[in-house]
């Protein structure tokens, strides 16, 4: 069974209320964060399928060029000659690259803004199938992903915070210890208004310690604005815990 609340003191209360009640113990856990992973720089690789046993084989051969996409989803291009693989097959190696891109090689999270260029490859007149070729294209993807420099993205929020003039520097000071940028100022009602950006794992309770710094008087709205990469050290230690789950 899974409880939602409004805000950690609403969770405080109901988790209170079942060990009081009915002595029911429960695990707490932060939100997930939905984290993205892409790609910096370009690669060129080869996927290939093939397997012979009793009667046909599977063989699919894919040429693609990995570079980084200008939209958020993938960007799949033909740019084939000579026919070295037959049209009838581009959807099967789309589709196996739109697969593959829901678990990157990072951490597992799903792949955006990535451009696939398919130049090449071959095909057998018996053994070649859309499955073998939709295979060959997630052996390129996975291959192209370590070769292009991965990296991992965070969610980065546009939080507005409104606050009396007594609390204004002290959660100035706040924003930019949670690595936020400040955009911008400005008086509103008698009140000071704090634009900025925030990446939203650091906004985890944000509301009680707004609440204790202003006196139950500050107040903030936040919405999703878009991706940015992760410092390297935070990277770093996000891989690290996906990869301990995996292996347990």
Same mark, same amino acid.
């Given at each position: ?19 009081? *009640? ?5 695990? +707490? ?6 984290? *993205?992973? +892409? #790609?910096?720089?370009? &690669? ?21 060029? =990995? ?10 291009? !033909?740019?084939? !000659? ?23 090689? %990072? ?24 499955? &073998? ?14 070769? &292009? ?6 969610? #980065?929020?546009?939080?507005? #915070? ?5 609390? =204004? ?11 936020? +940028? #400040? ?16 990446? %939203? ?6 509301? +009680?310690? %707004? ?5 139950? *008087? ?31």
């Amino acid at each position: 069974m899974c409880l939602y609340g409004l805000g950690d003191v609403h969770i405080d209360v109901l988790v209170s209320k079942l060990k009081s *009640r009915f002595g029911t113990t429960v695990d +707490t856990a932060s939100p997930k964060v939905p984290y *993205r992973e +892409t #790609i910096k720089k370009k &690669a060129q690789v080869e996927g290939k399928h093939k397997k012979q046993s009793g009667g046909h084989g599977q063989y699919g051969d894919v040429h693609i060029r =990995f570079s980084p996409g200008e939209t958020e989803g993938l960007t799949f291009e !033909v740019s084939v !000659v000579g026919g070295t693989v037959p049209k009838n097959f581009n959807p099967a190696v789309e589709k196996g690259l739109l697969e593959s891109m829901q678990k990157g090689v %990072l951490a597992g999270y799903p792949v955006v803004y990535l451009k696939a260029d398919l130049y090449d490859g071959s095909y057998h007149p018996v053994d070649s199938s859309e499955m &073998a070729f939709k295979i060959a294209g997630s052996l390129a993807f996975k291959d192209g992903m370590k070769k &292009a420099n991965p990296v991992l993205l965070e969610p #980065i929020m546009k939080v507005e #915070i409104v606050t009396p003039e007594d609390y =204004f520097g002290d959660l100035m000071g706040n924003v930019s210890s949670r690595r936020g +940028t #400040i955009l911008g100022t400005e008086d509103r009602n008698g009140s000071k208004v704090i634009d900025s950006y925030i990446p %939203l794992s650091e906004m985890f309770g944000y509301a +009680t310690e %707004l609440r204790s710094r202003t006196q139950g *008087r500050g107040q903030f709205t936040m919405q999703f604005d878009h991706f940015n990469e992760c410092p390297k050290s935070i990277a770093e230690k996000i891989v690290g815990e996906r990869s301990v789950k995996h292996d347990d």
